[in-house]
């Protein structure tokens, strides 16, 4: 069995993965920890070793596991404890109201990810576990046709995104459920006699 990890393959899934999320090589940098040449040096695959520690801050920042950054794909029984994190009450909630729009699954998506934390991959296992439907209404969900989706319908800047999650988000969606509170009702003012 061979050890060493193939460089070449380690730098292609570096530049495929920062491409789907969008990200320039000092945005992986700067979120890394690691210096903008050491980005550029493996994506070009003329980087001949690389610390695994380096290596594990770059396929977090990526969402990714480190398998799979190293092209060795998802261990067996990785993806089953993280899919299992959903409670029954979620996947009941969510099949009450399924989402009607590819944006509002793009915000739930970026919702997951951005505000509770979720790995990438996480995400996907949990939209298989709770039976959403893929954009062709067949077959499971996958990382690259969920980073499609994400592309093709979530914002494209940053300062877009506020304006996106407001209209589209799952805060958006429990707001409209939940009905306006009950007006006050006036105040009468007694009548003070003067004297």
């Avoid at 396929?59 to 299992?84: F, H, K, N, W």
């Avoid at 499609?148 to 969606?173: I, S, V």
């Amino acid at each position: 069995m061979d050890t060493l990890v193939n460089m070449q393959t380690l730098g292609e899934q570096v530049l495929l993965h920062r491409r789907r999320a969008r990200l320039s090589q000092q945005e992986i940098a700067a979120r890394a920890g690691v210096d903008t040449m050491t980005i550029s040096r493996i994506e070009s695959g003329t980087k001949k070793r690389l610390e695994i520690e380096t290596a594990a801050r770059v396929a977090r920042v990526l969402g990714v596991s480190l398998d799979q950054l190293c092209g060795l794909g998802t261990p067996a029984g990785d993806g089953m404890a993280l899919a299992s994190a959903t409670t029954p009450l979620e996947l009941s909630l969510a099949r009450q109201r399924p989402l009607e729009t590819p944006k509002e699954l793009t915000a739930q998506i970026l919702s997951w990810h951005e505000e509770e934390g979720m790995p990438l991959q996480a995400i996907v296992q949990r939209l298989n576990a709770e039976g959403v439907p893929t954009r062709s209404g067949r077959g499971k969900w996958y990382l690259p046709s969920m980073l499609e989706l994400l592309n093709q319908y979530g914002p494209l800047y940053k300062k877009d995104r506020k304006a996106f999650m407001a209209r589209y988000g799952p805060a958006r969606a429990t707001a409209a459920a939940t009905p306006p509170p009950a007006p006050k009702r006036p105040r009468t003012r007694k009548a003070v006699p003067v004297a």
